[in-house]
């Protein structure tokens, strides 16, 4: 086992906890790159990092917002009373490969997801896979950079009607960066080729079918603050309170192709979709040695800034609130529950995502 191991993979696993070198095995000196991550740990930016929570939301509302305007567009189809209310479970593994220079990873995430759509006048049930291998170096304690590819399989089913599968490839670059003691950001971009395959029912007997390139650029950015309780009256004593201040904007780029009935067919507002959100959050988390849970709450507003896909279910604002714990074991792995819910003001959209992840040694 490289000596680097057990502290690398303790450190994956304190993403999403208040890192500490108190839980590093006695006489032993971390390289930089451990170093490091301690250091963003307790910023509370590698939670940023590792997590596909916004992402794996963003992706939902817009395969959801398709299949109704697919479900719309039939003849003599409602043209109102459609909503969007789902659930999610997301699964990931993470490892992390310490290389010998000693500021530098190899991170492999695999990530499974399983959406069920809530009973809807579309209802979506969905499977997800996704491979993220990425090279992590930091170059002093207050930086990381990220860069790698991905590899992601979805098989969405329309429930009474059909299905999606997709298949997509393309690479990510990651950014963190502390600036004082308080305060720091978290940004990541990708660009990933991708095409689809849809077989929808739209009445007995008759099946359209249409494939076509679905290419996607996805950016995101979170402003986080860190703030102890001899810092402000509104943390408790060990516990640490995180402003945490976010955006992020995706653009799809859809082929135009013929489907089966012969129609020259791009996306349901033309060859390119937009949607971007802001949120403002609010958390608490307990800190906690190796081998004691953690645990941690946040609440927020997110507002959809743009969203092309919105003529059938229109309800940009939510209130976001999430709950959950980590922990990282004596041994080094570590394990983290979080739920979060997203609940549409309008009471149109409800989004439920319960996340379990678990990092080991590699």
């Not at 992706?59 to 909503?83: H, L």
């Not at 969905?126 to 992590?136: A, C, H, K, N, S």
């Not at 033309?270 to 958390?283: F, L, M, N, Q, R």
């Not at 190796?290 to 604002?317: C, F, R």
């Amino acid at each position: 086992m490289n000596r680097y191991t057990l502290p690398c993979a303790a450190l994956a696993a304190l993403c999403a906890n208040a890192a500490s070198a108190e839980g590093l095995p006695q006489g032993f000196t971390p390289p930089p790159g451990v170093m490091a991550q301690i250091n963003l740990g307790e910023a509370g930016l590698l939670p940023s990092f590792y997590s596909n929570e916004v992402f794996g939301t963003v992706q939902g509302r817009i395969g959801q917002a398709r299949a109704t305007y697919g479900a719309a567009s039939v003849p003599g189809a409602p043209q109102t009373g459609y909503e969007d209310s789902s659930s999610a479970l997301v699964m990931p593994m993470t490892a992390l490969q310490a290389l010998p220079d000693g500021k530098s990873f190899i991170r492999y995430t695999l990530a499974a997801t399983l959406g069920n759509g809530k009973p809807n006048p579309v209802e979506l049930d969905g499977r997800f896979t996704r491979l993220d291998v990425q090279y992590l170096t930091f170059p002093d304690a207050d930086t990381m950079y990220a860069f790698g590819a991905v590899l992601g399989r979805s098989t969405v089913d329309v429930v009474g009607s059909g299905t999606v599968e997709k298949h997509e490839f393309g690479l990510r670059g990651d950014m963190l960066r502390k600036f004082n003691a308080n305060w720091g950001i978290a940004a990541r971009a990708e660009y990933v080729l991708g095409d689809q395959d849809k077989s929808i029912r739209i009445a007995p007997g008759i099946t359209l079918d249409h494939k076509q390139d679905d290419n996607r650029f996805y950016t995101q950015a979170e402003l986080i603050g860190t703030y102890r309780s001899d810092e402000t009256a509104l943390a408790p004593e060990g516990w640490v309170l995180r402003p945490i201040l976010g955006a992020q904007f995706q653009r799809n780029f859809l082929e135009e192709t013929r489907n089966s009935f012969g129609a020259l067919v791009s996306g349901p507002e033309g060859d390119t979709e937009d949607y971007g959100t802001v949120w403002a959050k609010i958390g608490l988390q307990k800190a906690a040695a190796p081998g004691q849970w953690s645990p941690m709450a946040s609440i927020g507003l997110e507002h959809e800034w743009t969203n092309t896909l919105d003529k059938y279910v229109d309800d940009p604002d939510f209130v976001v609130a999430s709950l959950g714990a980590s922990m990282v074991t004596k041994s080094g792995a570590g394990i983290v529950a979080n739920y979060t819910r997203h609940e549409g003001l309008n009471g149109k959209r409800a989004n439920d995502c319960m996340t379990f992840s678990l990092n080991v040694p590699f």
